[in-house]
């Protein structure tokens, strides 16, 4: 079962690219059938394209999503029993090991109601669900529905055939106005031609490369780690040998090893190519900051720590190992090819985790070459070994034996999954403001971790699979030391310590008493700020002060290492405190608008439910971009001073940003 559970787990990781193809396989229909002044029936009814289904109300267990019906209280009737499902049926489903309902087309749920009000009234209702096929699910989904009473009757039984097509049947406001969504800023927004010269303007902003290289180092990383695990390492000596004894000359074995080399290169970059084709910049976007995602890879990186950890193993169907391995019996490339895809196989208990964590973690960075040059990283490390050692198999004398050394690899990396889980859980407790896992209790965990983990170093805590500890290495010494160290390095932060090694790890330093749970009582280094857009235009217009944009993101690391290691530079952070009123606009924030306030985008044609919506939804209509952090400056009337700007690591460049803005305004006033 853990096994069957661990895999689903690293399925759900890679379904993250259905997100990204826009599926929408289901629409919803309803129906009322009222048959008297007292009693009527609701019906809902799914349109599923073929393949597809979703699931009945009960689920048996740990499995996948029920579909859950709500109705909006009100006095004007009354619910008649639970509602029912008619046309689903049973199936074992693969995944979960245990028979499930699933309800495809034709399908429908219906609820009685018992009417106490006989004026005309309406029932709002929702319906949350997940739909999936016989490959993957897409992100749970809700639907919400609008019943009117005492306006029509019908003495059918079953469900109107010609049932109106509905994607968001809520009242819609009128938002042709943008105003309505609170963008008072003017239509040229991006005509920088009015921006006055002679003030030193910074260059506009830039793609950050840089993050890019440290994404593909942060791939070489994970594959040297992926080489010293069990899984990998002793397959160096037996591949090479292969090669050099198989190939009848040491030139043609040099060769067919280098292409064997090759080969896994171009399975490794090929996923991390599937991954950017598939996964555009707004769908990375939305996967950082949505809040089933960062649950599903807290879940995820759990599962790979328990299995680091020696719990069980994350296998793949050994029938997918068995074809492999007869593929590579195959002379020429196609058997050379085939015994690389082997390897991929066979080592993926290991690599895998390394891999989710890479591709995860690149998609964090929301760069949509940011997966490419992960695995770009990962396959030049884990592939060069196999080369090397192929035109060199004297240096096959001077590689360590196998033994006890890899299983500490791997507990090791155990460590480091189950502290990278709780920052994507820390990621979902921001954006709902939860308050259960702040700056302090996170700093906690990860000092209980990591100073396990060194402990574990020195071998004074073993795992099942550990060999008795002679002695200490001195590299595994070194680590220990440099574990210990770094946890050492984490106390002061409970106590209000920086941190900057780590920042955009952690939550905010101002996320520590999270008295009400509003996003607007705190704002970094203790700076006054408006988390409303117009109120802190107002507030700029009745003071006659500049005005910096902040669109920020709870889940955002760029945002957190800006703030951390940019801001508090004094001379920007005086200006912020000083000369500027700074609005900070968290897009992923999930505090729910009132129901007169929501509305459905003119901009994407999706509802605005959460304040993050509405600021997100500002963002892309008003500046063409979703990227966080986005910083604009503005005059009271809401005029640009200087082009926007975006992630901005260099604290110079930023300062000169701000001065352009300051100079602008000076002249105007």
């Known amino acids: 079962m853990l096994r069957r559970f661990g895999l689903a787990a690293l399925l759900l990781l890679f379904s993250v690219a259905a997100k990204a193809q826009i599926l929408n396989p289901i629409k919803w229909s309803s129906s009322v059938e009222q048959k008297n002044e007292t009693e009527a029936t609701l019906i809902f009814k799914p349109i599923i394209e073929k393949g597809w289904h979703i699931y009945g109300q009960v689920i048996e267990g740990d499995g996948p999503i029920p579909t859950e019906i709500t109705f909006a209280k009100s006095n004007d009737y009354e619910l008649l029993g639970k509602p ?38 309406q029932i709002n209702a929702s319906i949350g669900y997940q739909i999936c096929d016989d490959k993957m699910c897409l992100p749970p989904d809700d639907a919400e529905f609008v019943f009117k ?4 009757k019908t003495g059918s039984d079953a469900p109107p055939e010609t049932s109106s097509t509905i994607d968001t049947p809520a009242p819609v406001i009128d938002t042709t106005s943008k105003t309505q969504a609170g963008l008072s800023p003017p239509d040229n927004m991006l005509d920088y031609s009015y921006l006055e010269e002679g003030c030193g303007e910074t260059e506009g902003a830039v793609k950050d490369y840089s993050s890019l290289w440290g994404i593909f180092i942060g791939g070489m990383i994970g594959g040297l780690l992926a080489l010293l695990t069990p899984c990998v390492f002793p397959m160096i000596p037996l591949t090479v040998s292969f090669f050099t004894k198989r190939s009848g000359n040491r030139r043609k074995g040099v060769i067919n090893a280098l292409i064997y080399a090759l080969f896994i290169m171009v399975i490794y970059v090929g996923l991390g190519l599937l991954v950017t084709v598939t996964l555009g910049s707004d769908a990375l976007n939305e996967l950082a900051s949505n809040a089933f ?17 020696g719990a069980f193993e994350i296998v793949l169907p050994s029938s997918w190992i068995n074809k492999a391995d007869q593929a590579s019996d195959k002379g020429g490339l196609i058997g050379i090819f085939f015994m690389a895809f082997t390897l991929s196989l066979v080592s993926f208990s290991c690599t895998g985790p390394i891999i989710g964590t890479l591709l995860v973690e690149a998609a964090h960075g929301r760069s949509y070459l940011g997966p490419l040059a992960g695995m770009s990283g990962f396959a030049l490390a884990l592939a060069l070994p196999f080369a090397l050692f192929a035109a060199f198999p004297g240096w096959l004398n001077s590689l360590p034996k196998s033994g006890g050394w890899l299983n500490t690899v791997k507990v090791s990396l155990g460590f480091l999954e189950l502290a990278l889980a709780f920052k994507f859980l820390s990621n979902v407790d921001l954006a709902y403001h939860w308050g259960f896992l702040q700056r302090e209790i996170f ?24 060999s008795e500890v002679q002695h200490i290495g001195i590299p595994r010494l070194l680590m220990a030391i440099l574990t210990l ?6 106390v002061p932060g409970l106590w209000g310590a920086p941190l ?19 996003a607007g009582d705190h704002c970094p280094h203790g700076l006054s700020c408006f988390h409303d857009y117009e ?14 944009v902040d669109y920020t993101g709870w889940s955002c690391v760029n945002c957190r290492k800006m703030e951390d290691n940019v801001w508090s530079d004094s001379r920007v952070l005086k200006k912020l405190r000083e000369d500027y009123v700074l609005i900070s606009l968290y897009v992923d924030d999930k505090t729910p608008l009132p129901a007169d306030k929501q509305y459905v985008s003119p901009v994407t044609g999706k509802r605005i439910r959460t304040t993050g919506n509405k ?27 200087a082009k926007p700007r975006g992630y901005t690591p260099e604290i110079e460049v930023y300062n000169r940003f701000l001065e352009e803005g300051l100079c602008r305004f000076r002249k105007r006033n």
């Open 149 to 152: 009473i005492n306006e029509g």
């Open 84 to 121: 029912k499902e008619t046309g689903g049926h049973k199936m074992m489903d693969a995944t979960w090991g245990f028979e499930v309902t699933y309800l495809s087309d034709g399908a429908f749920f219906s609820q009685k109601i018992k009417i106490k009000n006989q004026a005309p009234f």
């Open 615 to 641: 600021w997100s939804e500002m963002q892309a209509a008003v500046y063409h971009t979703n990227s966080q952090p986005y910083y604009v400056l503005l005059d009271p009337n809401g005029k640009l001073l």
């Open 500 to 518: 900057k090694l780590i920042s955009g790890f952690p939550p905010p330093e101002f996320y520590r008493e999270w008295n009400t749970g509003q």
């Open 443 to 466: 700093l906690t965990l990860w000092i209980v971790i990591f100073g396990l983990m060194g402990i574990y170093l020195l071998g004074w805590l073993k795992f099942e699979h550990d």
């Open 485 to 490: 160290s770094f946890t050492v390095y984490l």
């Open 293 to 309: 995602f960062n649950l599903a890879f807290f879940f995820i990186f759990l599962i790979f720590a328990i299995s680091f950890f």
């Open 535 to 548: 109120e802190g235009m107002r507030y700029a217009k009745n003071n006659n002060k500049p005005v910096m």
